[in-house]
């Protein structure tokens, strides 16, 4: 079994961590492989697209060819896990600030985002949030983060804060404004890897 976390730019090692973490709390092994080239995403059987600069990670996905073996992935029916940036990514559409800064997406979901939804990195906060896999509260870190304005009929959504969705999944896709890889609490990547296992 191997677990691949796009390594462009963002929160890889802390991703890295945390599924190591998960994984060792169920007892299950796996390798976990960082991705800054062609080739090794085919080798996959689940993937994650952490935060970053999402303008800058997309079209370094798409330079180094990875962008088509994630949409290749997507239709293998391979859980494929977007957070923050990674949620921006995984889009059918942007608002009016992706179309201007000319945002590469992924566009495996049938979602619109809105790539500021929440203001700048000073408008960082935590919150608790009620996940209907989870059986209590779970303290949400959202940095800079984007949310998703307009859901297709096949997105599920799983979480809100106000009008915006800021977790929601669609198949084997899990989209998430916010930062499960920056708390101890595992249990948002247990439920990603209940999607594997």
């Given at each position: 079994?191997?677990?691949?976390?796009?390594?462009?730019?963002?929160?890889?090692?802390?991703?890295?961590?945390?599924?190591?973490?998960a994984?060792?709390e169920?007892?299950?092994?796996?390798?976990?492989?960082?991705?800054?080239?062609?080739?090794?995403?085919?080798?996959?059987?689940?993937?994650?697209?952490?935060?970053?600069?999402?303008?800058t990670?997309?079209?370094?996905?798409i330079?180094?060819?990875?962008?088509?073996?994630?949409?290749?992935?997507?239709?293998?029916?391979?859980?494929?896990?977007?957070?923050?940036?990674?949620?921006?990514?995984?889009?059918s559409?942007?608002?009016?600030?992706v179309?201007?800064?000319?945002?590469?997406?992924?566009?495996?979901?049938?979602?619109?985002?809105?790539?500021?939804?929440?203001?700048?990195?000073?408008?960082?906060?935590?919150?608790?949030?009620?996940?209907?896999?989870?059986?209590?509260?779970?303290?949400?870190?959202?940095?800079?983060?984007?949310?998703?304005?307009?859901?297709?009929?096949?997105?599920?959504?799983?979480a809100?804060?106000?009008?915006?969705?800021?977790?929601?999944?669609?198949?084997?896709?899990?989209?998430?404004?916010?930062?499960?890889e920056?708390?101890?609490?595992?249990?948002?990547?247990?439920?990603?890897?209940?999607?594997?296992?």
């Amino acid at each position: 079994m191997r677990i691949g976390v796009i390594a462009i730019q963002g929160d890889v090692s802390e991703h890295v961590d945390a599924l190591a973490r998960a994984l060792e709390e169920r007892g299950r092994p796996a390798d976990i492989v960082t991705i800054k080239h062609k080739g090794i995403v085919p080798q996959c059987d689940a993937l994650v697209l952490p935060g970053g600069e999402s303008t800058t990670l997309g079209r370094l996905l798409i330079r180094e060819g990875i962008a088509d073996e994630i949409r290749q992935m997507h239709r293998s029916g391979k859980p494929i896990m977007g957070t923050c940036a990674g949620l921006i990514l995984l889009a059918s559409e942007g608002d009016e600030q992706v179309r201007k800064t000319h945002q590469h997406l992924l566009g495996i979901m049938d979602t619109k985002v809105n790539r500021n939804a929440f203001g700048r990195q000073r408008e960082s906060f935590e919150t608790e949030l009620g996940l209907p896999f989870l059986d209590s509260p779970y303290n949400a870190v959202f940095i800079r983060a984007p949310g998703i304005v307009e859901c297709g009929d096949g997105v599920k959504v799983l979480a809100r804060i106000d009008d915006m969705v800021v977790a929601a999944e669609q198949g084997n896709l899990l989209a998430l404004a916010f930062h499960p890889e920056l708390t101890r609490d595992s249990r948002v990547h247990q439920y990603f890897l209940d999607k594997l296992f």
